[in-house]
């Protein structure tokens, strides 16, 4: 097995930073891309290949682990891997570690995809792309391995219809700006997640009373995530979010996200989050209290996933 190698590092900058003062999931993902782009140049799928054939690697399936958090000023790094070669694209892992302690901040088990760039139809890797992978093969880390998810294959995709039946919470929409869009005009893994992001507001509001900006001392964090990716938005597209309850533990929920084509009702993507309850000033997860443990019981959407 092949070491990890570097892959892009950079720092937290405040504006990064969210209401709980660390950096938001988003950026997260958005730091990922641009490791996998630089995974992309050692399997010979960099910016010529990309020019010349019109394809490049894109995420399917995100399977994000939060492990520590990172505060402005943070400097960090991401290295990576291949974990498993396939006819049209990789499994790769990613991690993103401070620079300084390297202590590793996040992980990305990532089912990545050779796709058209005008299209997002998937073509077969090149043998001299799958040669390169299996040079840089490497072991899933334990600390990369799903803790509070269970990774199983996608369910087949919601439709608006469906969820509206369930009751799910109506938690965002909005038109795709060009500005959360790639070059060919196709919303980016960052703003997936940032939907998702702009949506739990409105569903704590809706199934626990929360509103967070009259709490100063009592915030919200991810400690894992899984999005799988149906379809990719373009800009002009509007897009609605519906938001439940999968589960509920001692100290953490697990929420789903469907995220639906308005115009048709199609899924775009499905996700679902392990979360807690954060004391702002101890950075330590609160209790579930169990009245209200009961209360959110009853809100559990049956057949809510990925």
């Excluded at 001392?217 to 938005?233: I, M, N, T, W």
């Amino acid at each position: 097995m092949a070491e990890m190698i570097d892959l892009a590092r950079s720092s937290v900058q405040t504006w990064q930073a969210d209401q709980m003062g660390h950096l938001n999931v988003q950026f997260y993902l958005e730091q990922a891309t641009q490791a996998l782009a630089a995974l992309g140049l050692h399997l010979g799928l960099g910016p010529r290949f990309v020019a010349g054939e019109g394809a490049r690697l894109f995420a399917r399936d995100h399977h994000v682990r939060f492990l520590r958090e990172q505060r402005p000023g943070a400097p960090f790094t991401l290295r990576g891997g291949v974990l498993d070669v396939r006819d049209f694209g990789l499994r790769v892992y990613i991690e993103m570690y401070n620079t300084v302690s390297e202590e590793v901040a996040a992980s990305f088990a990532v089912d990545v995809e050779l796709m058209d760039d005008e299209t997002r139809e998937t073509k077969p890797l090149p043998a001299r792309a799958k040669a390169a992978a299996k040079a840089l093969m490497i072991e899933l880390p334990a600390h990369g391995a799903p803790r509070g998810l269970e990774i199983y294959p996608p369910r087949v995709a919601p439709t608006l219809a469906e969820a509206e039946a369930m009751k799910l919470v109506f938690t965002w929409q909005g038109e795709v700006q060009t500005a959360q869009c790639d070059s060919q005009g196709f919303l980016v893994a960052r703003h997936f997640m940032g939907i998702v992001s702009d949506g739990i507001p409105n569903l704590l509001g809706k199934t626990r009373g929360d509103d967070r900006s009259k709490n100063s001392k009592v915030g919200g964090a991810a400690l894992e995530y899984r999005f799988h990716y149906h379809a990719y938005p373009k800009a002009g597209d509007v897009l609605t979010l519906r938001s439940g309850l999968k589960s509920v533990g001692p100290k953490t929920y697990i929420w789903g996200h469907w995220l639906f084509d308005l115009e048709t009702g199609k899924a775009v993507a499905t996700a679902e989050a392990v979360a807690i309850a954060l004391d702002l000033e101890t950075r330590k997860a609160i209790a579930i209290p169990d009245e209200m443990r009961v209360q959110l019981e009853a809100l559990v959407a049956p057949g809510l996933g990925v």
